[in-house]
């Protein structure tokens, strides 16, 4: 079989050294990948440099080789094509349809899918320009993964650092996976809450859950690859960031509700996956609490937590907000998930059976996706991925 054919468009920033490791993780898991470089890129690496990683040769305009007409033929012919980095100044011209040298001409040619990681200052992120440019992109289709947030050239920090090469090619190999079909959430913003909330007791102490947030995070990983901007709202997981998400911190329901009402004003998708305690200490003790010689502990009062996922189903942000939620049942599972279903108002409830050593901290799960109109799609035993995937599909489906 022929290898996945991928053109790495790398542009004019400091981060373009980590794209030659994105080069060798690709080639090295059996691509064949055509490096096109911008002129302003080989001051940062030099085009010997993805001429001998890449095993072809390298080019920066369309003048040379003429007889391949090399501006169609590189995007014709690609399965995927990956910018990494994206300069502010290449997602204005790839949005606004220039065709000055080879990347610009592949982008325009290329038929596949596109993914941008873009790498920048903080404020040309920020900018309204840049913002405005990313969302074209997005809405025709290409995946752009947000920027991380950390160390930026020089001294300073922010949002507009390229996430790891490893988690880059993470996004390539889903986006790969899927074939030649577009991103069916490109131009969708998606909130994804995950983890467990912790109820604090006393400054020590909590009332918590076993989530590890590994299937919230399976459902950013996969948003992200099917051109989501994904917001994901994360209770004390301890898993690094997904790539390409915005991540927000919480600890407690109250927190995480906020968080969620907020992302969800503008979204059109509200995944709710997080453990959200149903009950919180009615008290909260300022000191922490002794043991007192001869005495019994005072009995814990607990009052109710806000019912998110039921406020999001009932107060949708836009009509056609699509609300999915998740139900953890110990017994019988399919009986009280049709009654969580209807009780919920959500428009999809993925039902799992949970258990001290079940599907918490799991890598795999075993799900039905019951859905407001009736249809029931089980999804057998496998990685949590593939459960996300299904979820997406079945949210797609309701996205029109
Ligand atoms: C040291 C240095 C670092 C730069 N880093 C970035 C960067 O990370 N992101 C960015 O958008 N532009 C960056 N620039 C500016 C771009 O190189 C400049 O906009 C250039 O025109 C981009 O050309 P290209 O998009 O064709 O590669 C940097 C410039 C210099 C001199």
Redesign the pocket.
């Known amino acids: 079989m022929d290898k996945p054919k991928v053109v790495l468009g790398v542009?004019?920033?400091?981060?373009a050294y980590k794209a030659c490791e994105l080069l060798r993780r690709l080639t090295e898991s059996g691509h064949d990948v055509r490096v096109v470089p911008?002129?302003?890129?080989l001051h940062f690496v030099g085009a010997a440099t993805w001429s001998a990683l890449s095993g072809h040769p390298v080019s920066t305009e369309v003048w040379n080789d003429v007889h391949e007409v090399p501006h169609v033929r590189i995007g014709q012919h690609a399965d995927l094509v990956v910018v990494a980095?994206a300069?502010?100044?290449?997602l204005a011209k790839a949005a606004h349809g220039l065709a000055d040298d080879l990347l610009t001409n592949t982008l325009l040619t290329a038929r596949c899918p596109v993914v941008f990681a873009p790498?920048?200052h903080t404020e040309?992120w920020e900018h309204p320009a840049t913002q405005e440019n990313v969302a074209t992109l997005r809405r025709r289709g290409a995946v752009v993964i947000e920027p991380a947030v950390g160390r930026l050239?020089g001294v300073d920090t922010g949002k507009g650092r390229l996430p790891d090469p490893g988690e880059i090619y993470e996004v390539c190999r889903r986006v790969l996976a899927r074939g030649p079909v577009a991103p069916d959430l490109a131009g969708r913003h998606v909130v994804i809450s995950a983890g467990g909330t912790r109820e604090p007791l006393d400054p020590v102490r909590y009332l918590g859950n076993r989530s590890s947030g590994k299937q919230g995070y399976a459902l950013a990983r996969t948003a992200v690859a099917r051109g989501a901007r994904v917001t994901l709202v994360e209770a004390n997981t301890g898993l690094p960031d997904p790539s390409g998400a915005d991540v927000v911190r919480v600890g407690t329901a109250v927190q995480l509700r906020e968080a969620v009402l907020k992302a969800a004003e503008e979204a059109d998708v509200v995944v709710m996956a997080a453990a959200v305690a149903d009950f919180r200490p009615a008290e909260y003790v300022a000191g922490k609490i002794k043991k007192k010689d001869g005495q019994e502990p005072a009995p814990l009062v607990l009052v109710r937590n806000p019912d998110i996922l039921a406020e999001v189903a009932a107060d949708r942000a836009a009509p056609g907000q699509v609300v999915v939620g998740f139900a953890a049942e110990t017994d019988n599972v399919l009986a009280n998930g049709r009654e969580k279903l209807r009780r919920k108002g959500c428009d999809l409830l993925v039902v799992n059976e949970v258990g001290e050593r079940k599907t918490f901290g799991s890598e795999e799960n075993e799900a039905i996706v019951l859905a407001a109109d009736g249809s029931e799609t089980p999804v057998p035993h496998g990685p949590k991925e593939a459960l996300a995937d299904t979820v997406w599909d079945l949210v797609s489906a309701r996205l029109g």
């Open positions: 542009s004019g920033g400091i981060a911008t002129e302003s890129s980095p300069t502010a100044d290449m790498a920048m040309m050239t």
